[in-house]
C-alpha cells in the first residue's frame, strides 16, 4: 500500500508528465525501485506539490535547468513535453533555451534546442518547430 505522500505524488505525476512519467517511473522497477518512489514522493510528492510556483513556471525552471546541464538530454525532453501538457507555448520554451546561450552556452542551448524540435515534432508534427 501505498502513503498518502506517495499517492500525492503519483498524481501530480501524472499531471504534469504523463504517460512520459509513468514510463520513467516503470523503467525503474527492475534496477532501483526505490530511486522511482524517491522521484514520486520527494521530486512531485514534497517539490512539485509546494504553493508559490504554477506549474507551468516549475517547468520553464526545470527546462533551463536541464538545458545548462547539457548532459540530461533524456530528462529534458520529458520536461519538455511536460511543459507543454501544463500549458506552456513551444515559444515559450525556446525563448527558454535560447536565453540559456548567455548563462550557459551555446553548446548547451543547441543541444537543448535539439532537443526542443524533436519534441515539438513528435507532439505536432514537423512543422510545429519554434522558429526565432
Known amino acids: 500500500m501505498h502513503t498518502p505522500r506517495y499517492q ?4 501530480r505525476l501524472r499531471q504534469v508528465d504523463a504517460a512520459a512519467g509513468e514510463r ?7 534496477i ?3 530511486l522511482g518512489r524517491y522521484i514520486i514522493e520527494f521530486g512531485f510528492g514534497d517539490v ?6 504554477s506549474l ?3 517547468e520553464l525552471a526545470t527546462i533551463a535547468a536541464l538545458t545548462t546541464l547539457g548532459n540530461a538530454t ?10 507543454l501538457n501544463v ?6 520554451i525556446h525563448e527558454t533555451i535560447l536565453q540559456m546561450a548567455v548563462y550557459a552556452g551555446f553548446p548547451a542551448a543547441l543541444n537543448g534546442m535539439f532537443a526542443a524540435k524533436e519534441v515539438f515534432a513528435e507532439h505536432d508534427g514537423p512543422e510545429a518547430t519554434a522558429s526565432g
Not at 24 to 30: G, K, M, N
Not at 75 to 83: D, E, F, M, R, S
Open 24 to 30: 520513467v517511473i516503470a523503467s525503474l522497477q527492475d
Open 56 to 58: 507551468q513556471q516549475r
Open 8 to 11: 500525492q505524488g503519483w498524481n
Open 32 to 34: 532501483s525501485p526505490d
Open 74 to 83: 533524456p530528462q529534458l525532453k520529458v520536461h519538455i513535453a511536460a511543459g
Open 48 to 53: 512539485y506539490c509546494r504553493p508559490g510556483l
Open 87 to 92: 500549458g506552456l507555448s513551444q515559444q515559450e
